[in-house]
């Protein structure tokens, strides 16, 4: 049975989420604190975790930093929070998905199905201790497998979702990727969130790769179509 691990302070949202989720035939588990929290996650495995960013004691962020160090279990931020900052910090810390307060149960488990879906997928571009692929573009070199870039030849972190996004804009360089081709691939077909998501990860990996992110030159916008990286102009 798929263990989850709801991490929630207001009960008005916490009990009724344990109740659906069982319902829906999961294991769910609840805790209150980010203390209570993280004495869960050292003592149980737990398929999926999900976490507000919002909590008394250890606070949500510094809660998913900690899960990721012990092991890889994948997280769907869920909170109240949703300007475009608390998006960047949530994704950089490396959450799965972000929801935002209110929102629908049905919305909120079709993500939980998405999520624990692609987590179940193996990569398809390679795996550790094989072959390891290497994509370029302009100063940018991605070695796929290690899951190292290097911009201008300096080592520069990429969290997973950046990663794959500017994987497939790399594996497509000088095409036109549309929003909803790069959301099918990176975050599945059945995603139901908007592009505010895409968006920011554009944002960060500008923030790495250009020279001028407010001027990009390297992964440039198509007006009503998407995102180019290394087109023609840029080479």
């Known amino acids: 049975m798929t263990r989850i691990l709801v991490v929630e302070d207001e009960p008005s949202y916490l009990d009724p989420l344990l109740y659906q989720l069982t319902r829906e035939g999961y294991e769910a588990h609840g ?27 250890i606070s949500g962020t510094t809660l998913c930093r900690r899960m990721h160090e012990l092991r890889r279990v994948p997280i769907i931020m869920v909170t109240a929070k949703s300007t475009e900052n608390d998006v960047i910090v949530g994704l950089e810390i490396g959450a799965d998905d972000y929801v935002t307060k209110p929102y629908s ?25 094989g072959n390891d692929e290497t994509l370029t573009c302009g100063p940018i070199e991605m070695s796929v497998a290690s899951h190292e870039v290097r911009i201008h030849g300096e080592l520069t972190q990429f969290p997973l979702k950046e990663f794959e996004v500017l994987e497939y804009l790399m594996r497509n360089k000088g095409r036109v990727l549309t929003r909803q081709q790069l959301i099918g691939r990176v975050w599945g077909s059945d995603y ?18 250009e020279a001028d992110p407010s001027n990009p030159a390297l992964l440039t916008t198509v007006r009503g179509l998407g995102y180019r990286i290394c087109d023609e102009r840029s080479r």
Not at 192 to 209: N, Y
């Open 105 to 129: 149960f049905r919305e909120l488990l079709a993500r939980i199905h998405a999520v624990l879906r692609r987590s179940l997928e193996p990569r398809a571009s390679g795996t550790p201790g």
């Open 31 to 57: 805790a209150a604190t980010g203390e209570e929290a993280w004495e869960l996650y050292e003592e149980m495995e737990f398929d999926l975790v999900l976490l507000d960013l919002m909590l008394p004691g």
């Open 192 to 209: 139901v969130g908007d592009t505010k998501t895409l968006d920011v990860h554009v944002k960060r990996i500008r923030a790495k790769i």
